[in-house]
């Protein structure tokens, strides 16, 4: 049997820098509130650039959640979120008691389009809850014009899209705040990882309190040790110092890293645009900078039932491939128990989850493993069509 080479669809960058740095931590007896995650926060902050303020917590999630409770947002408030996203996005508006309104995607971006988010909008409706769909920037100037004519708040969920940039401003710095991930297959990684941005210092500042319970000091201020106040509720959603310390050489890498990605997309959506029956999902507009975190192409016709096949093969071939994202959201099964769910108003999202395939383009692989990539996505659907 010929051994095939292994293409996986993500592999976290890990170079001797990260362990130095990871090791060094482990040497001293600062574990968390230490010099790593103020360190991170400022140099995440330099890379956003614009102003940004950043508090690094425990997941992207985990800042979704912060986001909708230091904006106030709960039981009888309606927030509109895409049906094509991770189920954290709707899951951070359902843990603070609010609903989450689906709206569908652009069929050429997957992003939410400012005219079906501004048909969602209702007297309930507190803010938008967007996402920029494997980093391909949302329309920020429709839609800041949407959230603004109506009063509403913006909280982006930018998981996927370090590097994303809408007309030279990078994305979570449009809304009221930017959440990220840092999740092993990430753009940068910190294990497991997250980090909320606001371009307000003083937002940034209450919801780092809200992240570590609620106190009124951090633990430097403290001028009696172990003695504090509670003035409000908080939550323990704080990153320890070795995933600091690890994401500040991501960091650091981050130009690097990118253009690795950036070339390897180019070369993928070249092969694929050859291949009829494959649309590939990118930015439409020359005043948007994707991320390139994946490239997801979206089959067609009579392949779009295939999908499931086309993926076992390619995985055979040692092929990595992912689904972004596995299903809508409002057809899984939490949300279609609580709220019901009506197919007909998702029919893009339910064709970008059911039919499209997430390739990788990460800086684990080479532009020439993208022609292998493309070729045997070629084969096997051919072999589908036959
Ligand atoms: C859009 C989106 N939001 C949130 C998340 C969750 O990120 P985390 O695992 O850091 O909580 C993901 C993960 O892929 C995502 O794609």
Request: with cysteine.
């Amino acid at each position: 049997m010929s051994q095939k080479k292994e293409i996986p669809f993500g592999r976290p960058s890990i170079t001797g820098r990260e362990r130095q740095a990871v090791m060094r931590v482990l040497e001293g007896h600062v574990l968390t509130h230490g010099p790593e995650c103020a360190g991170f926060e400022r140099e995440f902050a330099a890379l956003m650039g614009e102003g940004a303020h950043c508090v690094s917590v425990s997941s992207c999630m985990a800042a979704l959640h912060l986001a909708y409770l230091h904006l106030g947002i709960g039981p009888g408030d309606e927030v509109i979120a895409p049906a094509l996203t991770h189920v954290a996005t709707a899951h951070a508006i359902e843990w603070v008691g609010a609903k989450p309104v689906f709206v569908d995607a652009d069929p050429k971006t997957g992003n939410m389009p400012p005219e079906a988010i501004e048909a969602a909008v209702t007297d309930k409706t507190k803010a938008i809850g967007l996402v920029h769909f494997v980093g391909i920037p949302c329309d920020m100037g429709g839609i800041m014009t949407v959230a603004e004519k109506h009063g509403l708040r913006v909280v982006e969920d930018c998981a996927i899209a370090i590097g994303s940039r809408f007309k030279g401003t990078h994305v979570g710095l449009f809304g009221d705040a930017g959440t990220f991930s840092f999740y092993p297959v990430k753009q940068l990684t910190t294990g497991e990882g997250g980090i909320f941005v606001s371009r307000y210092e003083n937002v940034a500042k209450e919801v780092a309190r809200l992240r570590a319970f609620g106190v009124d000091r951090a633990y430097s201020e403290r001028k009696i040790p172990g003695f504090y106040e509670v003035p409000v509720l908080g939550l323990n959603y704080r990153m320890s110092e070795m995933q600091a310390a690890l994401g500040r050489v991501q960091v650091a890498r981050f130009g690097e890293l990118q253009e690795k990605r950036t070339k390897n997309f180019a070369a993928l959506k070249g092969h694929l645009e050859k291949i009829e029956g494959v649309r590939v999902l990118d930015s439409q507009s020359p005043d948007t900078q994707s991320s390139y975190y994946c490239l997801s192409a979206v089959l067609e016709g009579e392949l779009a039932d295939k999908r499931n096949d086309v993926v076992i093969k390619l995985n055979e071939d040692a092929i990595g491939t992912s689904i972004y994202y596995p299903q809508p959201v409002p057809r899984m099964k939490y949300y279609r128990d609580k709220y019901g769910y009506d197919a007909s108003r998702y029919p893009v999202a339910t064709s970008v989850s059911d039919a499209s395939i997430a390739l990788p383009v990460g800086p684990h692989l080479d532009v020439s493993d993208m022609e292998i990539i493309a070729s045997a996505l070629e084969q096997k659907l051919s072999e589908a069509r036959s």
